[in-house]
Structure formats: structure tokens, C-alpha cells
């Protein structure tokens, strides 16, 4: 036991003597960088070319332990021009990865102004009650709320707005004879921005068959951004929300609200939470 105890303590020591704080700092950044990218590909089709290419690496290292000569020269050959093909290939997702670099979470204290927590709880509210209404009628609707990532592009396939956050305005724009009741509403700087938006379709084919183009387009919008997506279904009238490619279905409308308050209020949830628990230790405490 003495002799496990002495191995434990040498190898921490040498740890310790061999690994400075920019060796930690270093590890750290790649293993959050691995991390991301698991968590980038994780959801969509990528994942498949990703497990496809650590195959291929592995028969690469496989060839090269075994001397199998012909075989490790054209892999390594398919390997260089593979890298090309990697950029196309990925394009979408280094395209996002990029965006979310640039977005105005590192900027928005030089580049831009943020609308206050009280006008946000506003746009929160109306749209828990129009979403309610909706529900209750089976009136089919797509919202989305940009957030750091432009949404620009799909902005550009609607009609602009430009208007205040309403619920009689949402359940107008989604109303079946509505002409605009088709598209996404997107929501930008707490105003609805536009109406008969046109959102890209989902990549993951492994989504449930029983989900329509409405919520396919949802799902696709926030996996190629960081928008939260507010979905109502025609059909059921069920409300879900769509965040990171996910999809969390049949929601109450305090579900609605709260999750909204977490991803559109994230400061403010947490102030929320820091006051809720210094009331719990006072009560404790009297």
C-alpha cells in the first residue's frame, strides 16, 4: 500500500515540477475548443463526416505502426487534399463558429446599444399571451427572437415591420387568412423586425416524422444561429421552443415564459435567483 501511495505522490510531483500555469492555461483553451466543436457538430450531419475522419486517421496510424507502404502513402495523399474538402464540407459550421466569434457579445459594448430588461419583459409577456391564444385556436406560428448572431438574411426574404411587440399584432400576422401567416415573424432589438420570413429547413434527419415543415424550419434556424424560436403547431396546438438545434415540445405557457426569461434575460434570471435565494436564508434565519 505504502508502495501505491509513494507512485501517487511522485506523480503528482512531477506534475508539479514539469507543468507551469501557461501549460494548464494552454490545455485548458484546447480542451474547450474540443469541446465546442463536439458540441457544433453534435446535432446536425456533420458528425458523421467527423466520425468518418477519425476512421480514416485511425487506418492511417494503423498503416503507418503495420508498414503497409502503398496504403499509407495514398492515405496520407487523401488526407492533404482532404483538407480542401473539409472547408466545404463544413462550411455552415465554420461559417456559425465565425459568427458567433464576431457577434456582439464580445462587441455590444462598443458597437451597440441593449434595449432595457423592462422593455424586454414586455415583448416576453405579449408574446407568452399571443402564444396562448394561439394555442387554444390551433393557429399555427413560427417567432423568433435574434440574439447575438444577425439574422439579416432571413429578414430580407419577409416584409418589413418594423413594430411593437404585441399580442393582438402576432395573432393578426398568424391568422389563417392573413397573407403573411406562412412565414417566421423575427423579432430583432424588442420590435417585430419582419413578417413572411423564409427560415432554412433543419439538416438532421433524424428528426421526428410527426414534425411539419413549420417546425422543421424552427429547429433549422436555431441550429445555424442562437436564436430562440417560439413555435406553435397548427395541428395540435402545441407550443415548443427551439434553442441550439434542440426542440422542447409541448410547453406550458409559464414554461414559455420562464424559458424565455433565462435565454432573452439571462442577467436578469440570474439577479432573479441571487434575491430568491437571500430571501430562502432569511427565512431560515428568522
Known sequence: MSTVTESIKQFFNYIHTTIGVADAFDILIVAVLIFQFIRLTRRTNAIRVTRGILVLLLILWLSGVLRLTMLNFLLRRAVELGLIALLIIFQPELRRALEKVGSRRLTRGLFSSEFSSLHTEAVITQTVLACADMSRSRTGALIVFERDNQLGEPISTGTVLDAEVTAELLKNIFFVKAPLHDGAVIVKDGRIA??????????????????????????????????????????????????????????????????????????????????????????RKE
Not at 438532421?204 to 445555424?224: P, T, W, Y
Not at 406553435?232 to 405557457?253: C, F, N, Q, W, Y
Not at 440570474?270 to 436564508?281: K, Q
Request: charged content about 25%.
Open 194 to 283: 419582419a413578417a413572411g420570413c423564409m427560415l432554412p429547413m433543419s439538416s438532421n434527419n433524424n428528426l421526428s416524422k410527426e414534425l411539419g415543415m413549420r417546425h422543421r424550419a424552427g429547429i433549422g434556424m436555431s441550429e445555424q444561429s442562437d436564436a430562440v424560436v417560439v413555435i406553435v403547431s397548427e395541428e395540435t396546438g402545441a407550443v415548443s421552443v427551439a434553442i441550439d438545434g434542440m426542440l422542447k415540445r409541448h410547453l406550458s405557457p409559464e414554461t414559455v415564459e420562464a424559458i424565455l426569461h433565462r435565454e432573452l434575460l439571462p442577467e436578469a434570471d440570474e439577479t432573479r435567483r441571487s434575491w430568491n435565494l437571500l430571501r430562502m436564508m432569511r427565512g
